[in-house]
Nanobody, 124 residues
Framework: QVQLVESGGGLVQAGGSLRLSCAAS????????MGWFRQAPGKGREFVAA????????YYSDSVKGRFTISRDNAKNIASLQMNTLQPVDTAVYYC?????????????????WGQGTQVTVSS
């Protein structure tokens, strides 16, 4: 079992930055690939970014590529999402997720564990 707790959300003006963190419980954090997803009001959950178990490979949706950076610290059991140049369209609840097996980039199908989410609001 893995428990995930997100933090770092908040209200920011367009063009600003936020850094989200996902703290994971357990001693096997490095066994899980980690991902970030978001859900805007009235919309489905959307893939944002993912990172491999070692941190050596990262994946991004086209909408955030070049603005967001996913990272992880396996010694501290933390995955992070640095979000720069935020825009109102980035407003959503952001979730981190963990998967022990293979995963498909761009979908929320197959991810094993989810956090409770953290709200990010970008004002214009």
């Amino acid at each position: 079992q893995v428990q995930l707790v997100e933090s770092g959300g908040g209200l920011v003006q367009a063009g600003g930055s936020l850094r989200l963190s996902c703290a994971a419980s357990g001693r096997t954090f490095s066994s899980y690939a980690m991902g970030w997803f978001r859900q805007a009001p009235g919309k489905g959950r959307e893939f944002v970014a993912a990172i491999s178990r070692s941190g050596g490979s990262t994946y991004y949706s086209d909408s955030v590529k070049g603005r967001f950076t996913i990272s992880r610290d396996n010694a501290k059991n933390i995955a992070s999402l640095q979000m720069n140049t935020l825009q109102p369209v980035d407003t959503a609840v952001y979730y981190c997720a963990a998967v022990s097996g293979p995963f498909s980039v761009g979908t929320d199908v197959g991810w094993d564990y989810w956090g409770q989410g953290t709200q990010v609001t970008v004002s214009s």
